[in-house]
């Protein structure tokens, strides 16, 4: 009796998204649970045994897998599909909303709407959108990043385990110098790694798990998009417009997952924990290091040529300061704060995010370049003519900067680099090679032919590239890692190259003398643009730094001031 099955007559206000075939030739109006690829026909509970009895070869599709179910003739094609209602389809769009609309769309919400249109009527030429055209391109660039994001958290998962590893070898170390009373601090301690281990694990998990959705529906609806030019214009319209949104969620998820670029874990050992024993509760303190971004940027490829969206100057000069400012050295650590060495005070200074000067330490001579070495350190070149030839390392804690060691040379130090491990040094004339603990390693690359042929330096990311500029002779020099010359770019308007900086395969170099910034090819032979003059607010400047955190260029001189250039 047709009170057995599941559905009710055809003239019912009933809306399915899919009706079953079968009930529909009986007239009746019953959803669809089943849909088979061959028969191209929906069935529901009650109907799909029949089928399957008939056609035991025939592949039948479920609802967990509606998404590769196709649009039987005169039905609704699943990119079609009004979302807010399952069994309508879109066929308008509101312009004062610009929204995708079914009928009952309008008639709910948009009726006071001035700019509603047919489908039909705007989607004639889509083909020749540029925006459409690049589709493809555009989404399958978004499933790598993801792709490649998800493959980044996996790689930092297996990071995080042998972080702990290591850690716990060092809990074990000095578990051993003490007695039995340190089995409870040794649980308490473990524990509190394990805790902070699985709360990372959770989190990058979580990252994975929201990159594998997004490039899944990104595949899924690009796959429902006919690829014909003959095809209906409505179909590829509807999914281009929801490619767009899906694009749009898919850069959120980027930039809410690329805020922190690697979760990360430190240990740090109490000191005097021999003699302490009694009074400790466990071995150290296990803490989270984990790296932020101030906000996600556009992945730009290396050949990418930046384009100058705005400047903004920011003083860095301090009430303490008994001479005009004069920046030698630009760097930033990774919460944001950036340090910069000023060589008429003789101070290195710690500013804020907001650009703001938040503390400072003193040096004993002028300071000249500085780098980031790791974590909150930075090294600082610092001399006095012949007499001072040093490095010293300054670090970030609880906001105060603090010098904790330094390294001496036989030659002078003006530039300085940090790649693998190793210090790239430059006296002015050569380059040498040097560990972290002070031990010469080699001289990479010497040039006698002017005072001033080794100037400043800059590393490539992958540590195959070395880029020096040759202020006696106006020159940016390109040298491989065994002190090879790749490269000599000159610009015959441009005097005093200073201060290169590089980043992921971008190169930026200043002049000293000609105010002015310049974005060079990833080679160092040619240059792409020009990115800030005199006029910018660029006067003699010495030290660049690229930000990738908030893709901008940090330009420092003869000024009281810090100029930042935004790039896109």
Request: net charge neutral; glycine share 6%.
């Amino acid at each position: 009796m047709a009170s057995n099955f599941e559905s009710i007559q055809m003239g019912c206000d009933f809306i399915h998204d899919f009706a079953c075939s079968a009930c529909e030739e009986d007239g009746l109006n019953t959803e669809a649970q089943h849909f088979c690829n061959q028969c191209t026909k929906y069935y529901c509970n009650n109907c799909v045994p029949v089928h399957n009895k008939l056609y035991k070869r025939h592949a039948v599709l479920d609802r967990k897998d509606v998404k590769k179910w196709a649009a039987a003739p005169g039905t609704v094609e699943v990119l079609e599909i009004c979302e807010r209602h399952p069994g309508e389809a879109l066929k308008l769009v509101c312009g004062d909303h610009d929204q995708l609309c079914c009928h009952m769309c309008v008639a709910v919400d948009h009726r006071q709407c001035f700019s509603i249109q047919h489908i039909q009527d705007i989607a004639k030429d889509i083909h020749k959108d540029p925006e459409f055209r690049q589709l493809p391109q555009r989404v399958a660039e978004l499933r790598t990043h993801l792709e490649d994001m998800k493959n980044d958290r996996k790689k930092n998962g297996a990071s995080l385990k042998k972080t702990r590893a290591v850690i716990v070898g060092e809990i074990k170390a000095i578990r051993k110098k003490i007695n039995d009373i340190l089995d409870k601090m040794e649980t308490t301690t473990i524990q509190d790694l394990d805790r902070l281990v699985a709360d990372q694990e959770l989190s990058i998990k979580k990252d994975m798990d929201a990159c594998t959705l997004m490039h899944d529906e990104l595949k899924s609806i690009m796959d429902a998009i006919p690829n014909k030019e003959s095809s209906d214009k409505p179909p590829l319209y509807i999914g281009f417009r929801k490619c767009k949104e899906k694009i749009k969620q898919a850069n959120e998820i980027l930039q809410n997952i690329s805020k922190i670029v690697k979760y990360k874990i430190t240990f740090r050992k109490n000191d005097g924990i021999e003699e302490n024993l009694a009074t400790m509760a466990k071995f150290g303190d296990i803490n989270e290091s984990n790296v932020f971004t101030k906000k996600t940027l556009p992945l730009f490829s290396q050949d990418h040529v930046f384009d100058s969206q705005g400047y903004h100057e920011y003083s860095v000069e301090m009430c303490s300061d008994k001479n005009r400012c004069d920046i030698e050295g630009v760097c930033e650590l990774p919460g944001g704060e950036i340090v910069i060495s000023d060589y008429s005070n003789c101070k290195v200074k710690l500013l804020d995010q907001q650009y703001r000067v938040a503390d400072h330490c003193d040096v004993p001579e002028y300071p000249f370049d500085v780098c980031h070495i790791g974590g909150n350190e930075v090294a600082v070149c610092v001399n006095f003519r012949d007499d001072r030839r040093e490095l010293h390392f300054i670090n970030m804690t609880k906001g105060k900067l603090v010098t904790t060691r330094k390294l001496c040379f036989m030659h002078r130090s003006y530039g300085v680099a940090h790649h693998g491990n190793k210090l790239y040094i430059s006296s002015n004339t050569a380059l040498y090679i040097y560990t972290m603990s002070g031990k010469n390693i080699k001289k990479l690359y010497e040039d006698k032919s002017g005072g001033n042929t080794v100037q400043r330096i800059a590393i490539s990311n992958d540590g195959k590239t070395v880029f020096i500029t040759n202020f006696s002779n106006n020159q940016l020099i390109t040298l491989d890692n065994l002190g090879n010359k790749l490269a000599t770019f000159t610009d015959h308007y441009l005097r005093g190259p200073h201060g290169p900086a590089t980043t992921a395969g971008h190169v930026f170099v200043c002049y000293f003398d000609s105010d002015t910034i310049l974005q060079v090819d990833k080679d160092g032979k040619k240059k792409l643009a020009t990115l800030a003059r005199k006029q910018d607010g660029v006067l003699s400047p010495k030290a660049l730094f690229f930000s990738s955190r908030t893709s901008s260029l940090f330009v420092c001189g003869s000024k009281d001031t810090l100029l930042v250039i935004s790039l896109r």
